[in-house]
Every structure is written in C-alpha cells, then in structure tokens.
C-alpha cells in the first residue's frame, strides 16, 4: 500500500508550499470524542508507508504517527467533545473542526477526505478516498485515529466494563450490551439513537418510580 502525492506535486508545481492535508477520526461512535487533525510536509515529500490508516495496523500506526510528528513543518490536532457533537451534529462539528485547522496552520491550499469547506478562504480540493490518494491526508488520519484511539484507552482503564479499548466507542453488540447494563457514561454522544434509547429508557424508570 503506498499513498501518492499528485495531488501535493500539482499544487507545489503551481507555486503553492505549505498544503494541508485534513482528516478525521470517530464520526461513527457512540461515545468518546471526534478527532480532527491536519498535516503540511515539505515540499517534494513522499512516505512509501504513510496511508489511510484503517488500512495500517496499529503497531505501524503508532510508528508512522511518531515519523509524521518529525517530518511535518507543521501539524495541528483537534479533539471535539460529545457536547459539541450533540449540540452541532457530527457533520457540522467536523466541518467547523477542519475550518478551523486551516485557520491555525498557515497554508495555501487544502486537501480533505471528502469534507467541502465553503467558508474557507484558500483552495480547497474534497478528494473521495482522499485517505488513499494523498500523503497529506493519509498523515493527518493517522495522527487523528492514533490520537483518538489513547483517549478510547485511557476510558478503558477507567471503565474497563465497557470494553473500549475493543470498539473504540462504535456500537458493537459487546458494547450496546453493557451499555444496557451499565448505564450512560459523561462522554457518551446523547444525539445517537443507542445513546438516546437509554436516556429515554431512565427517564421513563425515573418516571415510574
């Protein structure tokens, strides 16, 4: 597996230097936050073993996010909390969340997996699979899934009930069950139907009693 970078060598032909690259992890969980990061390497960078990282084993992840943190010029993480998620939407909160890595990071274009950004004021180019086609991007989904998956860990150790370190927060039937069993927890996203049942669910017990 090998990500290309045609997408960074059009841009750098054309006079552009500092290209970001932007994608997310965790949009799809019950619980815990969303993660967003961005990436811009050097100009003529290439990585034969940077790509999307569902497709990376988490030992190389964890090898790759260390490479990516040297080698970018610079890079940029945002976490969103499941407040934000709720009161947003998920799309919108990852929408807002990439505006605001190209606001932060000085670039002169920008490339993400396949997120429009109407309201950015450089180039923007949303590239399906992006993840596949453009190291930039690749980088900046391994820094967001690497950095997701320590927060999702670290939960584990807390509530090792739950089993988050086995579905990182996605609604598995493992996880739904002790969900049921264990009630909702603070970073559960409470605008996801699972999430919401269960509030219901309580405010009816509550009722009840």
Request: hydrophobic residues 40%; negative net charge.
């Amino acid at each position: 597996m090998e990500t290309a970078n045609q997408y960074e060598q059009a841009w750098w032909g054309n006079g552009k230097r500092r290209i970001v690259g932007i994608d997310e992890a965790g949009r799809g969980p019950i619980a815990g936050p969303l993660v967003v990061a961005g990436v811009i390497f050097p100009v003529g960078y290439h990585h034969e073993a940077i790509y999307d990282s569902k497709k990376v084993s988490e030992k190389k992840r964890e090898a790759l996010y260390e490479v990516i943190l040297h080698d970018a010029l610079a890079y940029h993480i945002e976490i969103v909390d499941p407040e934000t998620i709720d009161r947003k939407n998920i799309y919108r909160a990852t929408q807002d969340a990439m505006q605001h890595i190209t606001e932060i990071l000085a670039c002169d274009g920008v490339l993400t997996d396949a997120m429009p950004l109407p309201a950015c004021e450089k180039d923007v180019l949303a590239i399906v699979k992006g993840d596949q086609q453009s190291v930039s991007i690749a980088a900046a989904s391994i820094l967001a899934k690497v950095t997701r998956d320590r927060i999702m860990y670290a939960y584990d150790e807390q509530y090792p009930q739950y089993g988050f370190a086995k579905h990182k927060g996605y609604p598995t039937k493992a996880h739904l069950e002790a969900l049921r069993q264990y009630g909702v927890l603070d970073f559960y996203r409470h605008s996801y139907g699972p999430v919401a049942k269960m509030d219901q669910l309580q405010m009816d017990l509550a009722f009840d009693d």
